[in-house]
């Protein structure tokens, strides 16, 4: 295990036993057995332990949107399937993404830090979409997309029968059920 992970690991089991506030970085470091320099070597504070701050969802996304654009496809469909495609991320790691969860749930900086990723994701999709359709309904597609994810995400969250890309399906046939028009 590489140290970021080794840090990652030992900042989640601190922060679940002990609340976010009381962990220190030295704490941290000590329990993955690094120094505090490799710490900040690899986060510029505590709180990125525990966000995704070279925004991989986004970019995998991005990525999933730009290699199967496909023009009779509407673009929120291709943002929706651009979430499925990373939501393996999320079955592999189920354990580590819910303690992180009630771990963000419990302290308010950290929830606002949350939105503000959710900003960065909206604004990765939109790119994406805008390379080939209207930079309006590419930004409006996005901002549903990323709220089809996080519908899902909490659905996911409280019940482990459907997976997450199931759950984004379902979330998303509700939508098109509810409020879409006759394609």
Wanted: charged fraction near 25%; proline fraction near 1%.
């Amino acid at each position: 295990m590489k140290s970021k992970e080794k840090l990652q690991a030992a900042a989640a089991k601190l922060f679940m036993e002990k609340g976010y506030e009381n962990t220190t970085v030295q704490e941290i470091a000590s329990l993955a057995g690094v120094t505090e320099r490799t710490f900040f070597r690899q986060f510029k504070d505590k709180s990125d332990v525990l966000f995704d701050t070279n925004n991989e969802l986004g970019q995998g996304v991005a990525a999933f949107i730009t290699d199967n654009f496909d023009v009779e496809k509407k673009p929120l469909k291709l943002a929706v399937e651009g979430f499925v495609s990373i939501s393996e991320f999320f079955e592999g790691s189920r354990e580590r993404v819910l303690a992180r969860n009630q771990i963000i749930q419990s302290n308010p900086d950290l929830q606002e830090r949350e939105l503000l990723k959710g900003q960065a994701l909206i604004a990765s999709v939109t790119n994406s979409l805008s390379a080939k359709y209207d930079s309006d309904l590419s930004e409006l597609a996005a901002r549903f997309a990323v709220e089809i994810f996080h519908m899902a995400f909490i659905k996911w969250i409280k019940s482990a029968e459907k997976g997450l890309a199931e759950q984004l399906l379902a979330v998303y046939e509700l939508y098109e059920n509810s409020f879409c028009c006759v394609d």
